[in-house]
């Protein structure tokens, strides 16, 4: 429901169904969907979000993906910790388990795992100008003097 509440946000700001498409959550044929039974529905034009039934209801969803998931949630997860591809689980699914979800639904569910809020932190340092400079220590690119007939590092 996630994916589709954030579409009629984006619906009512002006979006179109292509620049709802490039942020990845549908695509342009389903956002076009979507905008057609937003507006049948008046929530395009209404402050209040519709509830999760509605929107279940209205775009005819059966049930989530997510629920066809879960049973399998500590397996993938190990599998995902052993470095194992989307396309390898879900085939093991379909394979050892007749996994009812579609590879789409492994993927996304596999990308929350990998998601690590920790890894994006950074540190902003404050300094007046002068009072510090940094310099990076890497390894630059490999230079040969010609004269001397021998790199210089």
């Not at 009512?12 to 044929?29: C, E, P, Q, W």
């Amino acid at each position: 429901m996630y994916e589709y509440r954030q579409v009629i946000i984006l619906m009512r700001k002006g979006k179109s169904n292509r620049d709802i498409a490039r942020n990845g959550l549908v695509s342009r044929t389903k956002a076009k969907a979507i905008r057609r039974i937003a507006s049948a529905t008046n929530w395009l034009d209404s402050t209040n979000m519709p509830t999760d039934v509605e929107i279940s209801e209205a775009l005819c969803i059966k049930s989530s993906s997510r629920t066809k998931i879960l049973p399998f949630k500590s397996e993938i997860e190990k599998w995902h910790k052993q470095g194992i591809s989307a396309v390898v689980v879900y085939r093991v699914l379909k394979e050892q388990y007749s996994f009812p979800g579609s590879y789409n639904a492994v993927q996304r569910f596999m990308k929350t795992l990998s998601f690590n809020p920790e890894q994006d932190a950074t540190i902003i340092l404050k300094f007046s100008p002068g009072e510090c400079a940094q310099v990076d220590f890497g390894k630059g690119p490999i230079i040969f003097d010609k004269d001397f007939n021998k790199k210089i590092s």
